[in-house]
């Protein structure tokens, strides 16, 4: 399977998601914070500070607030620029805050953390080190150079320089891991949601193709009938009109697009007769259509069916569910993908579970990331295979994550593995040694008692 667009997946292009009104908002609570913290410091504490010029840098920020309020739209999304602007406009306006009461011993110093953790949740990297940066700077700035906090009979509220420089370390290791810690985890949030939004388009195209599918056969199905009267028709008509020729040949064109829609709806109709044989199929043969688009991509594909000792030897009939397909599917294409010669499907039922195993003779799974396949942007294998073998396919894991996904939601349990010992040279491993997948359901959850003596039962007509 294709993978959707690079773009989709591209934190670049994220940052509009960011809304004027979000920071706006923000900026007004840092606002009434900081009045409300001016005002209790000088009537509570009897703290004599600089009014005019804290009044003067709170202003700053409100007037900023205007601004943007009255010339951009409330809609109005910001770029990864213009945010990058408003945060180290915060940083700044913070630091003279902080230049104006006491440096690092006022303990407010530590709300400088929160533009870094806004850039570390909404901006790329490059862009949440150059505000941290700026945000270490001014620290360091007011930590050194500040006015002091006196109170109302002249004394000076004043750390040990020890506290200080404990203070100014906590915040700087406080800037760099909560930038780091919170730029991964929402990378890691913005993966896993691409990759559920990629997953949910791949199941809504299976299950259109599969609707569609239904619809021609059934379609296939009902028009036999009709098609096969005009042909009859217009044989009679051409065995009548032998002394009309021109009359014969209309009969005899009638009857030539007769069989052409003929096989236009049995080609068409392959996948079935009518709805009930596209719901519900033998595990084989739903196995075998999985795989079929990769049959012809230069590598063998073998399989092995037989149930477990002591089962019954019918194959079980299950659902056929566009989850399983495309699962199963993806699975098959990994394989193929890695595989130098055969990939090996093995299929095994007993009456408590159905169990499919797919092996190729590749370089199987990396030993490091065993424990992580199935998680979106994983790279899958050892080695890269180049992009000309596998133009559509960009290494990330997402396709594993799809069918594990998918899989998962039908009642599956999948598990991963390599056939061999990792250190062990390709060229002198088994054949059956490279990667292994084993998907097994409980036999409950997607097989299907059929009474032989009725088969799938009475063709249900299409309603509209």
Same mark, same amino acid.
């Given at each position: 399977?294709?993978?959707?667009?690079?773009?989709?997946?591209?934190?670049?292009?994220r940052?509009?998601?960011?809304? =004027?009104?979000?920071?706006?908002?923000?900026?007004w609570?840092?606002?009434?914070?900081?009045?409300?913290?001016?005002?209790?410091?000088q009537? *509570?504490?009897?703290?004599?500070l600089?009014?005019?010029?804290?009044?003067l840098?709170?202003?700053?920020?409100?007037?900023?607030n205007?601004?943007?309020?009255?010339?951009?739209?409330?809609?109005?999304r910001l770029?990864?620029t213009?945010?990058?602007?408003?945060?180290?406009?915060?940083?700044? !306006?913070?630091?003279?805050?902080?230049?104006?009461?006491?440096?690092?011993?006022?303990?407010?110093?530590?709300l400088?953390?929160?533009?870094?953790?806004?850039?570390?949740?909404?901006?790329?990297?490059?862009?949440?080190?150059?505000?941290?940066?700026?945000?270490?700077?001014?620290?360091?700035?007011?930590?050194v150079?500040?006015?002091?906090?006196?109170?109302?009979?002249?004394?000076?509220?004043?750390?040990? *320089?020890?506290?200080?420089?404990?203070?100014?370390?906590?915040?700087? =290791?406080?800037v760099?891991?909560?930038?780091?810690?919170?730029?991964?985890?929402?990378?890691?949030?913005?993966?896993?949601?691409?990759?559920?939004a990629?997953?949910?388009?791949?199941?809504?195209?299976?299950?259109?193709?599969?609707?569609?599918?239904g619809?021609?056969?059934?379609?296939?199905?009902?028009?036999?009938?009709?098609?096969?009267t005009i042909?009859?028709v217009?044989?009679?008509?051409?065995?009548?009109?032998?002394?009309r020729?021109?009359?014969?040949?209309?009969?005899?064109? +009638?009857?030539q697009?007769?069989?052409?829609?003929?096989?236009?709806?049995?080609? *068409?109709?392959? &996948?079935?007769?009518?709805?009930?044989?596209?719901?519900?199929?033998? +595990?084989?043969?739903?196995?075998?259509?999985?795989?079929?688009?990769?049959?012809?991509?230069?590598?063998?594909?073998?399989?092995?069916? &037989?149930?477990?000792?002591? &089962?019954?030897?019918?194959?079980?009939?299950?659902?056929?569910?566009?989850?399983?397909?495309?699962?199963?599917?993806?699975?098959? !294409?990994?394989a193929?993908?890695?595989?130098?010669?055969?990939?090996? +499907?093995?299929?095994?039922?007993?009456?408590?579970?159905?169990?499919?195993?797919?092996?190729?003779?590749?370089?199987?799974?990396?030993?490091?990331?065993?424990?992580?396949?199935?998680?979106?942007?994983?790279?899958?294998?050892?080695?890269?295979?180049?992009?000309?073998?596998r133009?559509?396919?960009?290494?990330?894991?997402?396709?594993?994550?799809?069918?594990?996904?998918?899989?998962?939601?039908?009642?599956?349990?999948?598990?991963?593995?390599?056939?061999r010992?990792?250190?062990?040279?390709?060229?002198?491993?088994?054949?059956?040694a490279?990667?292994?997948?084993?998907?097994?359901?409980?036999?409950?959850?997607?097989?299907?008692e059929?009474?032989?003596a009725?088969?799938?039962?009475?063709?249900?007509?299409?309603?509209?």
């Amino acid at each position: 399977m294709a993978n959707p667009s690079p773009g989709l997946f591209n934190r670049a292009h994220r940052v509009n998601w960011v809304r =004027l009104r979000t920071l706006i908002v923000l900026r007004w609570i840092a606002i009434v914070g900081q009045l409300a913290a001016i005002t209790v410091a000088q009537r *509570m504490f009897d703290l004599k500070l600089e009014l005019g010029f804290a009044f003067l840098a709170i202003g700053a920020s409100i007037t900023v607030n205007l601004i943007a309020i009255f010339i951009y739209p409330e809609n109005k999304r910001l770029t990864e620029t213009e945010v990058a602007l408003h945060l180290s406009f915060d940083i700044a !306006q913070l630091a003279v805050l902080l230049y104006l009461t006491g440096g690092l011993n006022n303990p407010f110093a530590l709300l400088i953390l929160i533009p870094v953790t806004v850039s570390a949740t909404a901006l790329k990297m490059r862009t949440t080190v150059v505000v941290g940066a700026l945000a270490i700077a001014m620290i360091s700035f007011v930590a050194v150079v500040h006015i002091p906090l006196r109170t109302g009979l002249g004394r000076v509220m004043e750390l040990p *320089m020890d506290f200080v420089a404990g203070f100014w370390v906590a915040i700087v =290791l406080g800037v760099v891991f909560l930038a780091a810690f919170a730029q991964r985890v929402t990378s890691e949030v913005y993966a896993m949601s691409d990759a559920l939004a990629a997953t949910q388009m791949a199941l809504a195209r299976e299950q259109k193709l599969t609707d569609l599918g239904g619809v021609v056969a059934a379609a296939a199905h009902e028009l036999g009938t009709p098609l096969a009267t005009i042909k009859l028709v217009s044989s009679e008509l051409i065995e009548e009109l032998e002394d009309r020729p021109d009359l014969r040949d209309d009969a005899g064109l +009638i009857r030539q697009q007769a069989d052409r829609c003929r096989d236009i709806l049995r080609s *068409m109709g392959r &996948a079935g007769k009518d709805d009930l044989h596209l719901k519900r199929a033998l +595990i084989s043969a739903v196995v075998r259509e999985a795989a079929e688009p990769h049959s012809g991509r230069g590598i063998n594909i073998n399989y092995d069916i &037989a149930p477990e000792d002591g &089962a019954d030897p019918r194959p079980p009939v299950i659902e056929r569910r566009p989850e399983i397909i495309h699962g199963l599917r993806n699975l098959v !294409q990994n394989a193929v993908d890695f595989a130098r010669a055969d990939v090996w +499907i093995d299929i095994r039922w007993d009456a408590r579970q159905i169990a499919v195993r797919i092996i190729d003779d590749g370089p199987g799974f990396p030993t490091h990331v065993l424990g992580r396949i199935g998680d979106p942007f994983v790279r899958s294998r050892r080695e890269r295979v180049p992009d000309v073998a596998r133009p559509e396919y960009e290494g990330m894991g997402l396709g594993l994550f799809i069918a594990k996904t998918l899989l998962e939601r039908s009642g599956a349990e999948l598990s991963f593995a390599n056939g061999r010992d990792p250190f062990i040279d390709p060229e002198t491993a088994l054949e059956r040694a490279g990667a292994v997948v084993d998907v097994s359901w409980p036999a409950a959850a997607i097989s299907i008692e059929i009474d032989e003596a009725v088969g799938l039962g009475e063709n249900r007509p299409i309603e509209a």
